[in-house]
């Protein structure tokens, strides 16, 4: 990873703010990455009773998650995520702006984004017929 943007990382996490959230579309070589999809996939798969695949998923991945926090040395404690398309499946009934709520508060929480990001929005795949969430109450940032 390049000083530049690790220089941008380090001064919007040192900002005041309630959340940190870093899009970013190229892996960050540096961090223990979660890949949302092949660990959820995997829970699911083993499901007994499909009528309760909501609140099942919504125990796994909150488990999942909280066990995926690290430290770096310049980043602090954080929690990076990828393949995150299956979140977006109807069935699981996830709202993913809370989600991104929720761990970028005592977390810096960077997503590797498969999609567009502009200032209010972001896009998962694209802005044309994707889906599009509103995230201008989380601070966040793009790189």
Do not use: C
């Given at each position: 990873?390049?000083?530049?943007?690790i220089?941008?990382?380090?001064?919007?996490?040192?900002?005041?703010?309630?959340?940190?959230?870093?899009?970013?579309?190229?892996?960050?070589?540096?961090?223990?990455?979660?890949?949302?999809?092949?660990?959820?996939?995997?829970?699911?798969?083993?499901?007994?009773?499909?009528?309760?695949?909501?609140?099942?998923?919504?125990?796994?991945?909150?488990?999942?998650?909280?066990?995926?926090?690290?430290y770096?040395?310049?980043?602090?404690?954080?929690?990076?995520?990828?393949?995150?398309?299956?979140?977006?499946?109807?069935?699981?009934?996830?709202?993913?702006?809370?989600?991104?709520?929720?761990?970028?508060?005592?977390?810096?929480l960077?997503?590797?984004?498969?999609?567009e990001?502009?200032?209010?929005?972001?896009?998962?795949?694209t802005?044309?017929?994707?889906?599009?969430?509103?995230?201008?109450?989380?601070?966040?940032?793009?790189?």
């Open positions: 990873m390049n000083l530049p943007i220089n941008t990382i380090t001064a919007y996490i040192k900002s005041q703010s309630r959340n940190k959230v870093i899009f970013h579309s190229q892996a960050i070589s540096v961090l223990e990455s979660v890949n949302i999809g092949l660990r959820i996939s995997e829970s699911i798969y083993n499901f007994r009773e499909p009528g309760r695949i909501a609140m099942r998923f919504s125990s796994e991945l909150n488990d999942m998650l909280n066990a995926s926090t690290f770096h040395d310049v980043f602090g404690r954080y929690l990076s995520i990828e393949n995150v398309g299956i979140l977006f499946e109807p069935d699981l009934k996830l709202d993913f702006t809370r989600l991104l709520d929720n761990y970028s508060q005592n977390n810096v960077f997503v590797k984004w498969e999609g990001v502009d200032v209010d929005n972001i896009y998962f795949l802005k044309e017929r994707g889906i599009k969430l509103n995230i201008k109450n989380l601070s966040h940032i793009a790189i």
